[in-house]
């Protein structure tokens, strides 16, 4: 017998982040973006100025990984780096000019996707929708599994990564 997938919430979550992540990459790429630089852009996007570290916390990923993102938006003109003075060991991440330019079109192009996202959707199932999100969110922030596949906490497994 095969496995019914579409009730599956995490199935239906799953396929929409994709849509929505591929919506996203295909409108980026006209400007010469990737919806892999949304986690920066958001960090950077008050003017404010991070370290590698605090951006990988932020999107959640490995510093490797934001390395890489972070060499490709530098080689688009996206990002520049400044020595930190507090540890000059390591440097300070801000958008540049071209990136605080871009940031006005980024905003349009989230806003034109969450619109046809939610094309079907009345104001009050928005609204639902959105809170049903932020509290399954929240719900699968609190498991304690999470902590051990994250390397995060390992009082929970007893174990290091």
Do not use: C, W
Request: no cysteine.
């Amino acid at each position: 017998m095969a496995f019914d997938r579409t009730p599956s919430i995490g199935f239906l979550t799953n396929r929409a982040a994709r849509l929505l992540v591929r919506a996203l990459d295909v409108r980026l790429s006209g400007i010469g973006m990737r919806a892999a630089h949304m986690p920066v852009f958001m960090a950077l996007s008050g003017g404010d100025a991070l370290t590698q570290k605090q951006l990988a916390a932020f999107a959640e990923i490995e510093q490797p990984t934001m390395a890489a993102t972070l060499a490709r938006m530098e080689a688009a003109g996206l990002i520049e780096r400044e020595v930190d003075r507090a540890d000059r060991r390591s440097s300070l991440v801000r958008l540049s000019q071209e990136g605080l330019r871009k940031g006005e079109l980024v905003q349009a192009i989230v806003e034109d996707i969450t619109a046809l996202a939610q094309s079907r959707f009345n104001e009050e199932e928005a609204v639902a929708y959105r809170e049903l999100v932020v509290k399954m969110i929240g719900a699968l922030e609190q498991d304690p599994m999470r902590a051990s596949m994250d390397g995060a906490d390992t009082t929970q497994t007893g174990q290091a990564d």
